[in-house]
Nanobody, 113 residues
């Protein structure tokens, strides 16, 4: 199993980033997929979730209305579109299936002016 996150970087408050997670080694279309984040000194938290077909999603209250999770089952890829970014969104972002596999390396998102 391999989960490779990308798309992070430095963004200004109010800016946008789009994260991607390329998955391999398992039947992607059979799994719910999640995005998590871990800020310095804090526990990893679930940010967004999407069902196997993409028909339903869940968002943490802290990102609801700003982040959008989507997936392309033909490409075994899940995305996280992040708009109106805030400094408190600064964290390492990870994707994983539910139930989960070993974690990837994550992608750093830093929101700062």
């Amino acid at each position: 199993v391999q989960l490779v996150e990308s798309g992070g970087g430095l963004a200004q408050p109010g800016g946008s980033l789009r994260l991607s997670c390329a998955a391999s080694g398992f039947t992607f279309t059979s799994y719910i997929m999640n995005w998590y984040r871990q800020a310095p000194g804090k526990e990893r938290e679930l940010v967004a979730q999407i069902t196997s077909t993409g028909g339903s999603s869940y968002y943490a209250d802290s990102v609801k209305g700003r982040f959008t999770i989507s997936r392309d089952n033909a490409k075994n890829t899940v995305y996280l579109q992040m708009n109106n970014l805030k400094p408190e969104d600064t964290a390492v972002y990870y994707c994983n299936a539910a139930p989960g596999f070993s974690w990837g390396q994550g992608t750093q998102v830093t929101v700062s002016s």
